[in-house]
């Protein structure tokens, strides 16, 4: 009996002390991977609140932060299953990132412990081994029986939520284990008592039993001492270092994290740009659309304006505790959301509201909108909000852009100082408009033309350098982005020279102007960033055509302007003291200007509070590029941000379009194996693009004095019946009906922007010289350059059928004076011009090329043209860009209704109106349905047919 009992003891004595030391081992032999041995992530939120897992492995949780070490996998929804094998398993459960949580861990419902007391902020990192080893970090082991098991996990402490992990594994393997000091404590502490125990209680020859397995026990937790690290700890910023500014991206105030746009997408993507890691770290879906986008200075919280959806997206934050949340709110504010910018502190986010020309203020405590401000002026886009360095964000100053230019009074349509650019100021003591600073138009471009024509001077030989010898202004139009340096805001823009001759480089300007916050006067320091092009003794040269945004740096009076058509970025210094910019060459090749080469599309830039690095989100590569901005400046790293469509489908070919559409440069394929690929055939030295004047399709609404007489840019998305899936009805194209392909603008290529075109000959090189309007050959089909296996021609054609979106009214359609100016807009037959589903009766009726007889004058499809009394010869634009009469007399294409309301203040061919009301008050023209009788005789009547014109967007029901 005592000698069974004896053989008893000494077997638990055997298993403690296995037990003891194998839970050593497990606290430090190495870690291997899952199913069984992976580690695995986990999402969570507040405390009391089950985990979850990681999208996309449980579309219910939140988008965790990956391990950028030890591989590591995503669990899927909770619970967690998995079959323990003969001898049980450990499970082993580690907080990361940011320390401070604690998990309690359930199996079948049944808690079987709690991991370790945390202590505050240990900043871990995102790998679960050396979270495991940081001390103060919670973790918990816990030895698990053979067979089944469902797993789920609750924080019961938690700091806004993060990502955790787990790993599931047999016995023996590396796990640090948070009960080091307890298990040695333990051990000691028995060895002691076994020794000094009176011999009444234990006697001595047991106290010399227990002596081995406590020793174990001691052991085991010394060991885990032995490899405790040193805590590295981290808090982030409230405030932002300098003045902040709407952008496609945003970053956090430590320079830790950005938020890209991915507005094609409908999504934001979130990077780690900490150490140069420019690691991707999930896509999130948002609403329609978001073209702006806002972080608050402690990456709390992220924002998205989702332009189409009409509203302000919130996704929660905790990205230094490794979790991104799904979105938990969508706020309404105006019409088509493009611009976000946070208040120094981030307590107030200001929306641009384009399409209903306000600002929405935004409360970043309670994520409601506080106020709306209108009177901003058409069109407001670019955002820019100055920072005195204090906590109060109500003495600060907030400037708008308006995006177009607008008419100035006593100047007609068609000349170089027509319009002049806009900017609002608003004040954020009382979030009211204050002020709108007018900028001037540049009166001397630094090129020449050879002819002036509304002048009537016909151009001479440009063959002739003599010849240059008449001045050309421009004026600021598609002010997209603002960045406020010291006493002044600076507004890159396109600078619209409509006056003739056409030529390429006396046509549209790239200009940065500035403005002196303390006059809130234009500063007169406007330059052209083309000029420093065109004085460089290098070459090739590439001309800065398209400057969409730019940003400054924080400590030196330097700043970046990025080009989107020349898909690179251009530095400029500014003078403190009088707002005077020059662009800067490059210091290692003095001949030359100093361009960045950067993504496809470039559209929005930040830089770092260090001004070490500068990140630029590429719209049509839909990638970030990073800039380094220490010492000598160099690209160095492409990241991308949201997927391409698939290769062979439609939305790849429009997605080449919308490439070449917005290029002017374009790469082509070579056109045999192994040659060089084609490149630059899109305008000469880089200087013009469809989008130059046609932004996102649309219109820049100048009126161009061109080879047929003055016409306004027609906004691209009225060319095809959108409601044909097909897109195979289309409207004559130019006001005069001149052309009945869009093969036919091959033209423009060449003529408006200098380029060699992508019509080839049958070596798939050679420009094909036999181009022309309407006859005798159609355009369409023919030999073409290629992009990626496309059609350049072709993939452009899709671009405009499916790309082109049309704006969003934000006028209601069932407003009573609406219905009724629909009434009076069909009983005055304004449909026998404008019906139908196009909001026009003009189209293309045959096949091209049309029959001789459809042709007047070899120039214009004469049965498309309505003839309304908008032509008037005597006017001073009215004339060709080589000084001649021009066409109009036989009437116009009568213009598409839709979206109308989104081109301020300038209508008709030649801009003569500035309002829709202007235009109704024409007799013959609101008559011309009715045989000369005039039905709408009364400003009322006409008053609600502008109402109703306003509402015409996408979602309108064509009258027909």
Request: hydrophobic share 40%; glycine share 10%.
């Amino acid at each position: 009996m005592n000698t069974r009992f004896d053989v008893v003891r000494k077997g638990v004595r055997v298993v403690f002390c296995v037990l003891a030391l194998s839970l050593m081992l497990a606290m430090h032999l190495g870690a291997s991977v899952i199913t069984f041995g992976t580690y695995q992530e986990f999402g969570f939120s507040d405390a009391g609140i089950s985990a979850t897992g990681c999208d996309p492995a449980d579309p219910s949780g939140p988008f965790c932060i990956e391990s950028s070490g030890t591989v590591a996998g995503l669990l899927g929804a909770a619970p967690w299953t998995f079959t323990a094998p003969v001898g049980g398993a450990v499970l082993t459960v580690t907080d990361a990132f940011l320390s401070g949580e604690r998990f309690e861990i359930f199996d079948f419902g049944s808690s079987i412990g709690l991991t370790s007391v945390p202590v505050d902020n240990i900043d871990c990192g995102d790998d679960p081994v050396p979270c495991l080893a940081t001390a103060g970090v919670s973790i918990g082991i816990f030895h698990l029986a053979a067979g089944n098991h469902s797993l789920t996990i609750t924080p019961t402490i938690s700091n806004g939520g993060g990502s955790a992990y787990l790993l599931v594994d047999a016995p023996l393997t590396n796990v640090p284990e948070p009960g080091s000091w307890l298990l040695m404590g333990l051990g000691l502490t028995m060895v002691v008592l076994a020794k000094r125990w009176p011999a009444i209680v234990l006697p001595l020859k047991r106290r010399r039993r227990m002596g081995i397995p406590l020793i174990c026990l001691a052991i085991a937790g010394f060991a885990r001492l032995v490899y405790q690290p040193i805590p590295v700890q981290g808090a982030g910023p409230t405030m932002f270092s300098g003045p902040t500014s709407s952008q496609p991206l945003a970053i956090t105030a430590d320079d830790a994290f950005l938020v890209v746009a991915n507005p094609d997408n409908n999504s934001v993507s979130f990077f780690d740009v900490r150490l140069d890691r420019n690691r991707r770290l999930a896509e999130v879906p948002v609403q329609t659309e978001p073209n702006g986008v806002a972080i608050l200075p402690d990456g709390s919280k992220a924002y998205a304006a989702n332009t189409v959806s009409g509203t302000v997206t919130v996704v929660p934050l905790n990205l230094k505790n490794g979790v991104i949340f799904k979105p938990t709110k969508h706020i309404v504010v105006g019409t088509e959301p493009y611009g976000l910018a946070l208040s120094p502190n981030g307590r107030k986010l200001y929306v641009s509201n384009s399409r209903s020309d306000s600002v929405s203020v935004i409360d970043t405590a309670t994520d409601t909108v506080t106020k709306t401000i209108f009177g901003v002026g058409p069109e407001p886009r670019g955002l820019a909000i100055t920072n005195d360095g204090d906590a109060d964000d109500a003495d600060e100053t907030i400037y708008v852009t308006q995006f177009l230019a607008l008419p100035v009074a006593g100047k007609l349509d068609g000349q170089d100082d027509a319009k002049a650019g806009h900017v609002t100021v608003i004040a954020a003591s009382t979030d009211t408009v204050t002020g709108n600073i007018t900028i001037k138009p540049l009166a001397d471009t630094g090129f020449r033309a050879t002819g002036d024509a509304i002048g009537r001077v016909p151009p001479g030989d440009p063959g002739n350098p003599a010849n240059f010898t008449f001045t050309t202004g421009a004026y600021p139009n598609q002010l997209n982005n603002i960045a406020v340096k010291g006493g002044f805001a600076f507004v890159p823009s396109v600078g619209a020279s409509p006056n003739g001759p056409v030529r390429f480089d006396v046509n549209t300007q790239s200009l940065l102007s500035a403005i002196n916050r303390t006059s809130g006067l234009d500063a007169g320091q406007t330059i052209n960033l083309h000029l420093a092009v065109k004085n460089q003794t290098g070459s090739p040269k590439l001309f800065n055509t398209l400057p969409w945004a730019l940003a400054f740096k924080h400590g030196a009076d330097e700043g970046y302007v990025v080009i989107a058509a020349s898909n690179v970025v251009v530095k400029v210094s500014v003078n403190p003291s009088t707002g005077a910019a020059a662009v800067r060459n490059d210091p290692v090749n003095s001949t030359r200007v100093l361009q960045l080469p950067v993504g496809r599309n470039p559209r929005g830039i930040v830089i770092n509070s260090s001004d070490t690095r500068a990140y630029v989100m590429n719209y049509v590569s839909r990638d970030l590029t990073v800039l380094n901005l220490a010492g000598q400046e160099s690209t160095m790293a492409t990241v991308l941000s949201a997927k391409q469509p698939a290769a062979g489908s439609l939305a790849e070919k429009v997605q080449i379009g919308k490439e070449l559409y917005n290029t002017s440069v374009g790469v082509f394929d070579p056109p045999t194996l192994g040659a060089p690929a084609i490149t630059g055939r899109m305008s000469a030295n880089g200087w013009g693009a469809c989008a130059t004047c046609h932004p996102s399709g649309l219109s820049d609404n100048v009126v161009w004095i061109f080879a047929s007489g003055p016409k306004r840019t027609i906004p691209q998305h009225t060319n095809f019946d959108l409601t044909d899936p097909n897109r195979t009805s289309m409207r004559p194209l130019n006001w005069s009906a001149e052309r009945d392909e869009q093969e036919d603008f091959e033209l423009n290529i060449r003529a408006v922007s200098g380029g060699e075109g992508l019509i080839v000959q049958g070596d798939g090189v050679t420009p094909e010289s036999a181009v022309t309007n309407l006859t005798p050959l159609a355009n369409g089909g023919r030999s073409q350059l290629k992009v990626r296996g496309v059609g350049a021609w072709d993939a452009l054609k899709a671009y405009v059928q499916y790309g082109i979106r049309p704006p969003v009214s934000p006028f209601s359609k069932s407003d009573p004076n609406v219905l009724a100016g629909r009434a009076l807009f069909v009983s005055a037959n304004c449909q026998q011009c404008h019906g139908g589903p196009q909001w026009t009766t003009a189209k293309i009726r045959f096949t091209p090329p049309p029959v001789a007889g459809l042709i007047s004058g070899g120039e214009e499809i004469s049965g498309e043209l309505r003839n309304v009394g908008t032509f008037n010869s005597l006017a001073l634009n009215e004339v060709r860009q080589n000084g001649a009469p021009p066409l109009g007399a036989n009437g116009y294409v009568p213009p598409s209704l839709l979206s109308v309301f989104a081109f301020p203040q300038s209508f008709l061919h030649n801009g003569a109106a500035i309002s829709l009301d202007e235009v109704l008050n024409s007799v013959s023209h609101r008559s011309a349905g009715t045989s000369g009788v005039d039905t709408l005789s009364s400003p009322a009547d006409r008053s609600k047919i502008v109402e109703f014109l306003k509402t015409i967007d996408a979602a309108s029901t064509p009258v027909p």
